[in-house]
């Protein structure tokens, strides 16, 4: 009933013109990233965020928040009429939805993946309202020692279950970790590592290193790198075929529902996320159909599975995100930052402190469903439209975007050139294949670890002992220990099987 | 070959950059107390760092392989390979330095024109007219919604200032 309470609540804010104005420009743009072949979600979020700095935490975040899920909707567009997936999580979805589109049924494609990822989508908010209260009680016992924990394990999993190796997880961690110690120590108030610069006394902000390595560095290395692209839409959609016939429903429906249930709990694991869900829940279909051998030649099946499993999955990934400030992907890494900065810290207290804004945003994901709805079968020939003539025009709209907010968050000129450094740094590590995401969140919450750590230890009067014998931190430390040697373990196993 | 001695060599760079970074910042953090009452000092976590952050660099310069690069983020994104556009990265990313520098020197509007005008005729190859007539309407769109309707002081530059 509480949980019901909670959201009828947030749901009574969602009534504000403007929060409903701002989550269908989120949901739009969402769609726009993702019918555009090179510019990603954690890009769009990191270039848009400095436009949100300063405004109300629910505004900003619903727009935010639109952007990723709505990025999830518009990725099939590309996929089925051009076969080049707009974002990762629609690479499945080229396998069948593109030959559809070449036996003239593009317009179903479209459809079947726009309501499967409406049910899904919404499947994955109602489990997320589920879990959220109970999750949100139990973290109430959480002190200084906990979230010390809390974030170590957040570390500990953006690090060992990112892609690449360990190394380079962890070497951009430790350099998140020192940047964060930049500036005035917020315990002592002495200043760090500044060089003698008044500039830095602030610290490295987090939003020019963010829109350096996400924004500015993946327009360079989408100019450098061009997706391939067919100029020429094989069919031309026009509203009505968008919509599905009552046969196509039925031989959907039931891979829909498969997709939003697998792909929640995909989305919930840390590192694995909506690419993973959709690859799955292709196989799994492939599995359970009586014709798998017709695979990848037009099975509207193939369509409805993956595109419900990534729209859950990012419902999923709220989870971790919004109950332990834990990012499963770049994309959440990005947004926590966000959450950060607009005065919230994501984590255990967060549904209680910020109950208004918690129970809002996620009432703005069951309005944003029914909006990115309503923009995927309507809206199609528009976005195919906007694919044609906004490629060439698009690094310059993102690159002027990227100077003019950053420098309007503070009126200085020192962040532009923070950020054309990171620019620089975030091209390098694309380059050498350093992810950038635990960089990122080693910016964000390592100030806040290096505080929680030195306020248990004035706890304890200054022995670590205090974190080995509360349960929850043990807890979290042993799933820390965990992420950190399974691929050592899962590399024996693999050995061990080998030899056998 | 060409691309596994670029990506051999972009990895050695990058750890041998952090790995100065890392001792550069180490000598700062050495002077900072790492102790205090019952806690850790304010030198104690940016010298944990540093050290970590110099390990893994030279962890990363010792065993740098072209054949343990990470796959793409994304699986639609290539990786670089020889032959790939990077002219269009190189003007990009120069462009974009002087961009900067014109904003001190002649302030953001005419510094925007001038950066979309250069980059859609050098890089994205338009025509003249198509080029100046998106950079003004761009440039001077988003400096009237920066500068009149979100009321951000934008810098006017030493010229115009």
Redesign the interface.
């Known amino acids: 009933m509480q949980m019901l309470s909670l959201l009828g609540a947030g749901f009574e804010r969602m009534w504000d013109p403007w929060l409903l104005v701002m989550c269908f420009a989120g949901t739009f743009a969402g769609t726009l990233v993702g019918v555009l ?1 090179g510019l ?1 979600p954690s890009a769009a979020i990191a270039v848009l965020l400095p436009l949100t700095y300063g405004s109300d935490p629910l505004v900003a975040l619903v727009s935010l928040a639109g952007i990723y899920y709505g990025a999830m909707y518009g990725g099939t567009i590309t996929s089925v009429l051009l076969n ?2 707009g ?2 999580a629609s ?1 499945v979805t080229t396998y069948d939805g593109y030959p559809m589109a070449r036996q003239g049924r593009g317009g179903a494609a479209l459809g079947v993946a726009a309501i499967g990822s409406f049910i899904a989508g919404t499947m994955g908010l109602i489990f997320l309202t589920l879990v959220a209260v109970p999750l949100s009680k139990f973290a109430l016992d959480f002190g200084p020692p906990e979230y010390f924990a809390v974030m170590i394990l957040a570390f500990v999993m953006v690090s060992s279950l990112a ?3 360990l ?2 997880c ?2 951009a961690l ?2 998140g ?2 940047l964060s ?1 930049v500036g005035q ?1 917020v ?2 108030g ?1 200043t ?2 500044t ?1 003698g610069s008044t500039d830095l006394v602030d610290g490295v902000g987090f939003i020019p290193a963010v829109v350096g390595m996400f924004g ?1 560095a993946e ?3 989408d ?5 391939e692209f067919v100029e020429t839409p094989t069919q031309k959609i026009r509203v009505r075929d968008v919509f599905l016939t009552w046969a196509d429903f039925r031989r959907s429906v039931g891979a829909m529902f498969r997709g939003g249930l697998l792909g929640f709990f995909v989305g919930i694991l840390p590192g694995a996320g909506a ?1 993973i869900a959709s690859f799955l829940s292709y196989g799994l279909e492939r599995r359970l159909s009586k014709t798998p051998e017709k695979f990848g030649t037009g099975m509207i099946e193939g369509v409805a599975g993956p595109e419900s499993a990534n729209n859950s999955a990012s419902s999923g990934a709220f989870v971790p995100l919004l109950t332990l400030g834990i990012p499963g992907s ?1 994309t959440t890494a990005v947004l926590i930052g966000a959450f950060v900065l607009l005065g919230i810290q994501p984590g255990p207290r967060m549904m209680t402190e910020h109950a208004d804004v918690t129970w809002g945003l996620i009432a703005s994901m069951y309005v944003g469903n029914v909006m990115l709805l309503a923009q995927n079968i309507l809206l199609v020939p528009l976005f195919i439209w906007l694919l044609r003539v906004g490629r ?2 698009m ?3 993102v ?3 990227c ?2 907010g950053v ?2 968050i503070d ?1 200085s ?1 020192w962040e ?2 923070i950020m ?1 450094i990171f ?2 740094l975030g ?3 694309k ?5 950038a995401a635990p960089l990122v969140i080693a910016l964000v919450l390592g100030q806040s670890a ?1 505080y929680s ?3 248990s ?2 706890i304890s ?2 022995s670590p002992g205090i974190f080995f014998t509360r349960p929850i931190c043990i807890v979290l430390f042993a799933i820390a220990l965990l992420c950190l040697t399974w691929p050592l373990i899962r590399d024996r196993m693999r050995g061990l099987e080998e030899a056998e | 070959m060409l691309e596994k001695i670029r990506a051999l060599d972009i990895e050695r760079f990058v750890a041998l950059l952090l790995g100065v970074f890392a001792i550069a910042e180490l000598t700062q953090a050495m002077q900072l107390s790492i102790y205090e009452e019952f806690t850790l000092g304010p030198g104690a976590m940016p010298l944990i760092y540093g050290v970590g952050l110099l390990i893994f660099a030279v962890l990363l310069g010792l065993t740098a392989s072209p054949k343990e690069k990470a796959p793409p983020e994304r699986p639609d994104e290539k990786m670089d390979e020889p032959g790939r556009n990077y002219r269009a990265g190189i003007v990009t990313f120069s462009l974009l330095i002087l961009f900067v520098v014109l904003i001190f020197f002649i302030g953001f509007l005419p510094s925007l024109i001038i950066f979309s005008f250069l980059h859609l005729c050098l890089v994205m190859r338009l025509s003249l007219l198509k080029a100046a007539v998106f950079s003004l309407l761009w440039g001077g769109g988003l400096y009237y919604a920066f500068d009149h309707l979100l009321e951000v002081q934008l810098e006017p530059g030493l010229l115009f200032g």
């Open positions: 072949p990603g080049v997936p974002e990762s690479v892609r690449g190796n190394i380079k962890f070497l430790f350099l970790l020192l110690t120590d315990v002592s002495a760090r590592l060089w500015m327009v360079i290395h100019l450098i790198n061009p997706s690419t770049s060439q025009v690094p310059v709209i690159a002027c975007i100077v003019v420098y309007s009126n000129m532009v050139w054309v620019t620089a091209y390098a590590f380059s050498a294949g350093i992810p290096e750590l030195r306020q230890l004035v009067m200054g």
